[in-house]
């Protein structure tokens, strides 16, 4: 099961995948793509990767442990959906024109559509359960909601791109060990 980096791990396979395929067209270099919020300045990249919101997913009937060994049990994993905004650098000084920014757009949308399936053993090579795959969607919001979100940094809207990562499943470090049987009694009653 994955340990708590993976937040973490999903956001760097982005920019990683991104920085890959987006350089050195139509952003010339690999450290112009960073995981940034817009609110921060002073900043010299191109394109943002902002985690915005994460989620628990809502309640499912799940065993209150699972067996991970002959004699260990452990809570299961916890899921969670990512919230992440793709965005341009507005204080950036690479003096971007509307049609850059809407090919930067564009090929962001590209790359990530297509990686769009992640294998949880990638980010985490030492996993020892194997999970199933982490799927990155075009959140669907409204333009109110994305809106929104621009207005809770405090910066005007801008185009951007929305997505939702799910599941992300965080394992819990609760772990039992249990005895193991070493002696049974069993009576019959004969009458």
């Known amino acids: 099961m994955a340990d708590y980096p993976i937040i973490s791990d999903v956001s760097a396979h982005l920019v990683k995948i991104l920085r890959q395929k987006m350089c050195p067209e ?3 270099s690999p450290n112009n793509i960073d995981v940034s919020s817009p ?4 900043v010299d990249y191109i394109l ?3 985690l915005y919101d994460v989620r628990e997913e809502g309640e499912i009937a799940v065993p209150p442990f699972i067996s991970v060994s002959k004699a260990r049990l452990q809570k299961p ?6 919230y992440y905004m793709l965005f341009i650098n507005g204080s950036s000084q690479m003096g971007l024109k509307a049609h850059d920014i809407q090919k930067i757009i564009g090929r962001a949308a590209q790359i990530v559509n297509d990686g769009s399936v992640i294998n949880p053993r ?18 669907k919001i409204s ?3 994305k809106v ?4 809770a ?39």
Not at 77 to 82: A, E, I, N, Q, R
Not at 148 to 151: A, E, G, I, L, N
Not at 158 to 184: C, G, H, M, N, W
């Open 26 to 28: 139509p952003i010339p």
């Open 39 to 42: 609110a921060e300045q002073d």
């Open 48 to 50: 943002g990767l902002y």
């Open 77 to 82: 994993p916890k899921p969670y959906s990512l």
């Open 122 to 139: 990638t980010l985490q090579p030492w996993m020892q359960v194997d999970e199933g795959p982490i799927i990155v969607a075009p959140a």
């Open 143 to 145: 333009l109110e909601d």
């Open 148 to 151: 929104r979100v621009w207005s």
């Open 153 to 191: 940094i405090n910066k005007p809207y801008q185009i951007s791109l929305f997505y939702k990562v799910s599941p992300v499943l965080l394992s819990s470090e609760i772990i039992v060990d249990t005895a193991r049987v070493t002696k049974a009694d069993f009576n019959l009653d004969v009458k």
